[in-house]
């Protein structure tokens, strides 16, 4: 694809000797509207140079540049010089370069030889998989796919919660009231009724809370009978997760979770002493941080067992050694910010200076609209609940619409799913939003339905059209303003998944999607496309294959399907 804003840089570079091409890159503007051009170059800032008034070293520039194929026309307006671009030029240069590149358009290899850990989803087992998880899982794996469109050797962690006191306790009450075949046959409800069960009867006898560390103590010593148990919890949870993150086609490379840096702690704990950075308080060791506005860390607890905090610092050092990344990046809710902010400070304290390549993502909370989910037994809502009834609701959409689809189940699936993560990636991550069906299932709406169906739409034409897309296809037969504004938003894809990246933010990229299908369906309905005319046919299918395309890449960035008939 020219880049034509560095093409012109490099024109205006040869006129103007004294500013290099980056800055004349810096002064460039995008005008407000297209009358006034592609692209403007302002001449103010130029008085002082060349001692002249800048409108007539506009006036100068323009004559200059005189006639380019590059451009229709170069115009001085007001001591800004706008160049037009040559719409055929434009739209060639753009359509071309998506058609060819493919399912790899937009991407690039920027990243080669840099390794990005992304750590997301993070579940604790035991614990239901609820819809606040969502948020983590959804945005972390398009952060992943945005780093690694972007070519960078990327590692996905899920850092599961599998270990702590709380396991301890799990381990006494399953021994005291569980029975194994109702935990087979419904593990995360079984284990969480026991552990609510645990805290009732802690209440009224406290020395149960002894026994939950005293077995928490065997599971660090390694008893046979705590590690069995402790490691049955486990499977069962994670099968129960696997499960939702096949809904989701969401995998891991590692499920090292807080229990494999168990005996990783000692070691960590010695270099802090070493570095006397511990601080002895009521029995606990500490690592004070108050010079920086901190609470203080809390490292090892009276009791010789470590901590949450401990884990993530182990975790951490553990990463660096293995896997030496260029970044190390944590999508974990902003109610944790302070626990990172923390952390980042001990493991720089230690004297890690790539504790700067550690990077918390936070982003904010989901609460339900009233009445979107009645509740099993507790007050969760369980994601896997969310993700079915989508699937279930958006079939009925579907039959009102679309009778005759013969995978229809297929097509809910991807749609109605699609539709809550594409919901997910909404709003900027650290916004705090309510869940709505309406707002979700909307299928006019800026919503995943609506950019699905406008892939399909897109894919129908395309079945239908009379003629194939060939090497010759007379591009200034797009010319008229909703042809160019599509071919403009297209262009725009890679830098979008570049910006997203670079500011771990996916929802650009839903909204630019938003913008693409809403461009290509003003399109869409005013210029038609099977028409008499052959070449103009196929011109615009061109661009049909090149807005479907980018829908497509953009969509599997965030991790949503694009069924090709809905
Ligand atoms: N398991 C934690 C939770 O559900 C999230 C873990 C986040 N990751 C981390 N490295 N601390 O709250």
Redesign the pocket.
């Known amino acids: 694809m020219i880049d034509f804003k560095r093409e012109i840089a490099n024109i205006l570079s040869e006129k103007i000797e004294e500013l290099t091409v980056e800055e004349i890159l810096e002064m460039m503007e995008i005008p407000p509207n297209s009358q006034m051009g592609d692209y403007a170059f302002p001449c103010f800032k130029l008085a002082k140079i060349f001692r002249k008034a800048p409108n007539m070293i506009a006036e100068q520039i323009v004559e200059s540049i005189g006639e380019n194929p590059l451009f229709e026309k170069v115009e001085n307006a007001q001591a800004y010089v706008n160049f037009f671009i040559d719409k055929a030029t434009f739209a060639k240069s753009v359509v071309e370069e998506v058609l060819e590149k493919k399912d790899a358009f937009g991407s690039s290899n920027l990243g080669e030889g840099k390794k990005v850990i992304v750590?997301f989803s993070?579940?604790?087992i035991a614990k239901p998989f609820h819809i606040g998880?969502i948020r983590?899982t959804v945005i972390g794996n398009a952060i992943y796919k945005l780093y690694d469109f972007l070519g960078y050797d990327t590692v996905t962690i899920n850092?599961?919660?599998d270990y702590g006191t709380q396991f301890g306790k799990l381990i006494v009450a399953y021994k005291k009231w569980g029975n194994e075949k109702e935990v087979e046959e419904n593990p995360i409800p079984t284990l969480l009724k026991l552990y609510i069960k645990f805290h009732e009867e802690a209440e009224k006898h406290p020395e149960l809370e002894d026994e939950g560390r005293l077995w928490f103590k065997k599971l660090e010593d390694g008893d046979e009978e705590a590690k069995r148990l402790w490691q049955w919890f486990r499977d069962v949870s994670l099968k129960e997760f696997n499960r939702v993150y096949g809904m989701l086609n969401i995998s891991f490379d590692s499920y090292a979770g807080?229990s494999f840096y168990s005996d990783k702690m000692p070691r960590v704990l010695k270099m802090m002493e070493e570095k006397n950075m511990l601080k002895e308080s009521k029995g606990a060791d500490i690592v004070d941080l108050e010079e920086y506005g901190m609470p203080p860390a809390l490292i090892r607890k009276s009791d010789g067992s470590t901590l949450?905090i401990t884990r993530?610092i182990a975790?951490a050092i553990y990463r660096k050694e293995h896997y030496d990344f260029y970044k190390n990046i944590?999508v974990?809710?902003s109610q944790?910010n302070l626990?990172?902010q923390q952390w980042f400070k001990v493991i720089e304290l230690m004297g890690y200076d790539w504790a700067k390549d550690c990077i918390h993502v936070p982003f904010g909370l989901v609460s339900l609209e009233e009445g979107t989910m009645s509740t099993r037994k507790g007050r969760v809502v369980f994601l896997e609940d969310v993700l079915k009834k989508a699937v279930e609701k958006t079939k009925e959409i579907i039959k009102e619409k679309n009778t005759n689809l013969s995978n229809i189940d297929e097509v809910a699936r991807q749609v109605g799913i699609g539709a809550v993560v594409f919901q997910e990636l909404s709003n900027n991550r650290i916004k705090d939003y309510t869940f709505s069906w309406d707002r979700t299932l909307n299928f006019d709406g800026e919503t995943g339905p609506y950019v699905q169906y406008t892939h399909a739409r897109a894919c129908s034409v395309l079945r239908k059209a009379e003629v194939t897309i060939d090497e010759n296809i007379d591009y200034s037969l797009l010319s008229n303003e909703d042809e160019m504004d599509l071919v403009r938003v297209l262009q725009k894809f890679p830098n979008i998944i570049k910006e997203a990246a670079r500011k771990y933010e996916p929802s650009i990229v839903t909204r630019y999607i938003v913008d693409v299908a809403q461009a290509f369906n003003r399109f869409y309905h005013h210029c038609p496309i099977i028409v008499e005319d052959k070449e103009m046919q196929k011109a615009r299918l061109a661009l049909v294959a090149a807005a479907r395309q980018t829908i497509k890449n953009g969509l599997t960035i965030l991790g949503v399907s694009s069924p090709e008939r809905m």
């Open positions: 750590e993070s579940p604790n998880h983590s850092h599961l919660g807080e949450y993530d975790a944590y974990v809710a944790q626990h990172f």
